[in-house]
């Protein structure tokens, strides 16, 4: 059985993921602060791959550290940042860039001029240093062997129509980034992309392929301002089109000339509308003197060019609604990008400790609610108040220990001002589990003990009261969402990343379907 899943597919599916922030609630999460050599790893610095199973899911939760809501205002779709650099090829948008060979009636196997075998993985787009966004429809290049260069300073123009910016290229402008799109979701790697419609028309003919001039074409005559060194000649677009367009032909030197000198002196006399596909006849049948196409060649021109070897042009057929109808579409935008940003104004998320693991996680439950939890922000550290006057701090990342119960875990904060010990319990031997290998929790009023710091004190069990904003029930807190609800789905291993007091992470994921 031959089957494809297509490029709408995709886009369909990233859009499905996009709206689905309105109604269900994801959370990115940051979590490990104890080094990767504790799950096994050779190195700190080099993190493992996560594995995709049901059993490693618990165990993020366990080393899991802070969690921040992202709103559908932290989403966007994204596609490839693509740069606009002179002296640098680009390929143009071709309806018909396919890497499968094709038979019956469909448009034969191409590939871009950059050997690229689908239109979306092609460069057809680039954006400015003045994040002005453009459609590459023709890049100088009728053969597909390698694309010119693209030269001059950056493109200005936001007009709709589509105009030449050198000699070569024929582009469209698409979109400009605001200020939001590009402090929050423009990366070295990505750009946000937005519908934004400008298009001229309907499916309409801006660009065709001159693949071969042909030859022996009569070229007597030439057009009234003598601007052509040949003959002008016009000929109507077939297909399916509710308007026609008509091509504008140069003869020049008995051959038809490729589309387009940088002027609009060869190409389109009219753009027409609708078409879904399209063909050129280079009989003397389709063959006219004036821009209307209504004056057919005849005598001894119409015997010159039935005699001539003829020509291949090629129509470029445009994304429904023509170039700027919905840029999502026409560009790619198959990818959509989160920004989760821990500032220091988020108090959930410890700023002494470093972090190695980003997340997604859609629908965890709140433990106060017993629903899906809402909350901008959460704690998912576990937590406990300790009684007596302190004299000596617990260590960030020591192993601390409870007798009575034979509980291990690390510290991932202490705060002494309120006596708040945060701590993570994972599943390894002196990071969570205790000597007969079980995860056994910290629970009683004996003292908390740690290894390094030698610090040691009491759980005040006295304590059922929110002390800086953590709710405690008898010296304990939990995490602030329900360890193991539900779906982690996302999950990155990075190296170790550093948090003080005065540092925003602007983490942005970008999921690609």
């Known amino acids: 059985m031959a089957a494809i899943i297509t490029e709408k597919f995709r886009q369909s599916s990233a859009d499905a993921f996009k709206t689905s922030f309105g109604t269900d609630k994801y959370y990115m999460f940051v979590g490990k602060s104890q080094p990767w050599t504790s799950e096994g790893a050779t190195s700190d610095s080099l993190p493992p791959t996560p594995v995709d199973s049901v059993a490693p899911e618990s165990y993020y939760w366990d080393d899991m550290l802070a969690a921040k809501l992202i709103s559908s205002s932290n989403t966007t779709f994204a596609i490839p940042r693509r740069n606009f650099a002179n002296t640098t090829p680009f390929d143009m948008y071709r309806h018909d860039v396919s890497g499968t060979t094709t038979a019956g009636n469909y448009p034969t196997k191409t590939t871009a001029s950059s050997g690229a075998t689908s239109v979306y993985d092609s460069t057809f787009f680039f954006i400015t240093d003045a994040f002005r966004v453009y459609k590459v429809l023709y890049n100088g290049d009728p053969t597909q062997t390698g694309a010119v260069n693209i030269s001059g300073s950056d493109p200005t123009s936001e007009i709709n129509t589509p105009f030449w910016h050198d000699a070569h290229y024929y582009i469209k402008y698409m979109y400009k980034l605001n200020t939001s799109q590009i402090q929050n979701f423009l990366t070295t790697d990505f750009m946000p992309v937005t519908v934004n419609d400008n298009a001229v028309a309907n499916r309409p003919i801006h660009v065709v392929m001159v693949t071969s001039g042909g030859s022996g074409y009569p070229i007597t005559g030439g057009d009234s301002s003598g601007a052509l060194d040949g003959s002008t000649f016009y000929t109507r677009v077939r297909g399916d089109g509710s308007s026609t367009a008509i091509v504008r032909l140069k003869v020049t030197g008995g051959a038809i000339q490729e589309f387009g000198d940088g002027n609009s002196a060869t190409g389109m006399q009219t753009i ?242």
């Open 272 to 513: 027409g509308a609708g078409y879904t596909f399209a063909s050129i006849d280079l009989s003397g049948t389709n063959i006219y003197t004036d821009s209307g196409a209504t004056n057919l060649i005849s005598g001894a021109t119409l015997t010159d060019w039935n005699a001539a070897t003829a020509a291949s042009i090629t129509p470029i057929i445009e994304p429904e609604g023509g170039h700027g109808k919905d840029d999502v579409s026409e560009l790619g935008g198959h990818f959509v990008m989160l920004q989760g940003k821990f500032e220091p104004a988020d108090a959930d998320a410890t700023q002494v400790n470093d972090f190695r693991r980003v997340g997604i996680i859609k629908n965890p439950i709140d433990p106060l609610t017993n629903t899906t939890a809402i909350i901008p922000t959460a704690r998912t550290t576990s937590a406990l108040i300790v009684s007596g006057t302190i004299t000596t701090n617990y260590q960030v990342d020591e192993l601390i220990t409870q007798t009575t119960t034979g509980a291990q875990g690390r510290v991932v904060e202490w705060d002494a001002t309120n006596k708040i010990l945060y701590y993570v319990q994972e599943k390894y031997s002196s990071y969570g589990l205790d000597s007969s290998q079980n995860l056994t929790p910290f629970s009683t009023a004996a003292n908390v003990t740690g290894s390094s710091s030698s610090a040691s004190y009491a759980v005040d069990t006295s304590v059922s009261a929110t002390v800086n904003s953590v709710i405690f029930d008898a010296g304990y807190a939990a995490p602030e969402l329900n360890r193991d609800t539900g779906s982690v789905i996302y999950v990155e291993n990075r190296r170790a990343i550093s948090r003080a007091a005065d540092q925003t992470e602007d983490i942005k994921v970008v999921v690609e379907y």
